[in-house]
């Protein structure tokens, strides 16, 4: 890939759909990861105005320190950048507590986790309504379009995805490329929405450079049967993820009327 070129595009296409849309600049969440920090260093490379908001759900301490300290060097190499912080842990868990009770509280937990992306998505929203910003995305191309790893409506609720069509090892080169710092670039991806220290990994059950592979195996029209051992794992956790997450990455159906009965 040849990163900076790259780099130059995006900041381009960020900025050029920013003023023709006459939006003042962008909103980001900011959570720890390498990809709030990725798009968010690119959001800043264009000049505009971009509010970096850190959100805190019960949050693990690594993830808030690494989301303060980048801010903190955003802030110091773009004029443009302001912060806030807004602590949503008192709004979720009073949520929590008008919700109806459940016989096992283990029944609702990807429910939850899910709400917490959708307050933080609210929240976002808020902002760019207030100041006329856009409200950029953090998904990858393997986890918008291969695995479908987000949350409709949640992180997935955006006004454009600047890193959407680039593998997580292609916003790991830009990452190192912008001198993002080096405790993000190391950390274990992670969404945060648990409330304890699982991965993505955990949870997905193969690594994104095993993904990465498995995507570009089903492009290339493999099959499981064409597979093996480890390989043949990952191509099938691929295939049952896009698979179950389909109505993420369609355009929501629309029953449509015939004209016959109009």
């Not at 960020?14 to 849309?21: D, M, P, S, W």
């Not at 320190?65 to 912080?85: D, G, Q, T």
């Not at 929203?125 to 695995?147: C, I, R, S």
Request: charged content about 25%; proline content about 3%.
């Amino acid at each position: 890939m040849q990163t900076e070129k790259v780099v130059d595009h995006i900041v381009n296409w960020l900025k050029t759909y920013a003023v023709n849309a006459k939006m003042e600049g962008f909103v980001i969440g900011i959570s720890g990861g390498i990809d709030s920090a990725v798009t968010s260093a690119l959001c800043a490379k264009t000049g505009l105005k971009l509010l970096c908001v850190e959100m805190p759900i019960h949050q693990a301490a690594s993830q808030v320190s690494r989301a303060y300290n980048h801010i903190a060097w955003l802030k110091e190499n773009f004029a443009s950048v302001e912060k806030i912080e807004i602590n949503l842990t008192p709004v979720f868990d009073t949520l929590i507590d008008v919700l109806p009770k459940v016989e096992k509280e283990e029944d609702r937990f990807m429910s939850l986790a899910n709400t917490r992306a959708r307050l933080r998505m609210t929240t976002l929203y808020y902002f760019a309504a207030l100041e006329k910003y856009l409200v950029a995305g953090t998904g990858n191309k393997v986890e918008d379009f291969g695995v479908g790893f987000y949350t409709k409506y949640g992180d997935g609720g955006v006004d454009l995805s600047p890193i959407a069509d680039l593998m997580k090892s292609e916003v790991y080169q830009i990452a190192r490329h912008l001198g993002i710092n080096k405790e993000i670039i190391d950390a274990a991806p992670t969404d945060g929405l648990w409330g304890d220290d699982r991965t993505d990994e955990d949870q997905l059950g193969a690594s994104y450079d095993e993904l990465e592979w498995a995507m570009k195996m089903k492009e290339n029209g493999k099959t499981t049967s064409d597979f093996s051992g480890r390989q043949k794992v990952v191509f099938d956790i691929f295939h049952r993820l896009n698979r179950a997450n389909q109505h993420k990455m369609i355009p929501i159906p629309v029953c449509e009327i015939p004209e016959k009965l109009r």
